[in-house]
T-cell receptor, first 113, second 115 residues
């Protein structure tokens, strides 16, 4: 069965600093990979996804993630954090051909002024 | 609006009562999903509909949980004999059918509290 591990339930960075949120998955076949963000009192929304092709994918709000098959990882980064990035971030996988997502437990990102 | 709509946004009930949660998906989305999110956890898959039929109900925890989508649009999640452990935010999402590669559009959730 597919599983997702997000290292660090809470991450705190200063405004302007690099954001790095870690995600590892377990699967014998590379799945589709996603990052979703949940702002307070809002529904989850898609940040970016990897399905096929280029392993470095760019998403909304300056975020990007790189699929590394050898490391079974899909870490999320942003060069310079903004206060508005404070939210909960979820990594998710979808086994190829399956029409459902398996989510990690989430990482709460706090931005310090 | 044109997004996924869930009602009620909050529901407080007593242990043993019956609860219905409603989801109105984005028009034209054939796939509909229910997830459950407990405090401090990621969303946990419950059930997925393709059209009117439940294509995958492997996440329903037990037979107290049931969901329907009779006309292929609105869905209702039904919980019988509620227990305190059922307290969570129930999320609904919809999407086009894309073999798993597409974006899910989530509602804001229905927060269920069982006293």
């Amino acid at each position: 069965a597919q599983s997702v591990t997000q290292l660090g339930s809470h991450v705190s960075v200063s405004e302007g600093a690099l954001v790095l949120l870690r995600c590892n998955y377990s699967s014998s076949v590379p799945p589709y990979l996603f990052w979703y963000v949940q702002y307070p009192n809002q529904g989850l929304q898609l940040l970016l996804k990897y399905t096929t092709g280029a392993t470095l994918v760019k998403g909304i709000n300056g975020f990007e993630a790189e699929f590394k098959k050898s490391e079974t990882s899909f870490h999320l980064t942003k060069p310079s954090a903004h206060m508005s990035d404070a939210a909960e971030y979820f990594c998710a996988v979808s086994p190829q051909g399956a029409q459902k997502l398996v989510f990690g437990q989430g990482t709460r990102l706090t931005i310090n002024p | 609006g044109a997004g996924v709509s869930q009602t009620p946004s909050n529901k407080v009930t007593e242990k043993g009562k019956y609860v219905e949660l409603r989801c109105d998906p984005i028009s034209g989305h054939t796939a509909l999903y229910w997830y459950r999110q407990s405090l401090g956890q990621g969303p946990e898959f419950l059930i997925y509909f393709q059209g009117t039929g439940a294509a995958d109900d492997s996440g329903l925890p037990n037979d107290r949980f049931f969901a329907v989508r009779p006309e292929g649009s609105v869905s209702t999640l039904k919980i019988q004999r509620t227990e305190r452990g059922d307290s969570a935010v129930y999320l609904c999402a919809s999407s086009l059918f894309t073999g798993g590669a597409g974006e899910l559009f989530f509602g804001e959730g229905s927060r269920l509290t069982v006293l």
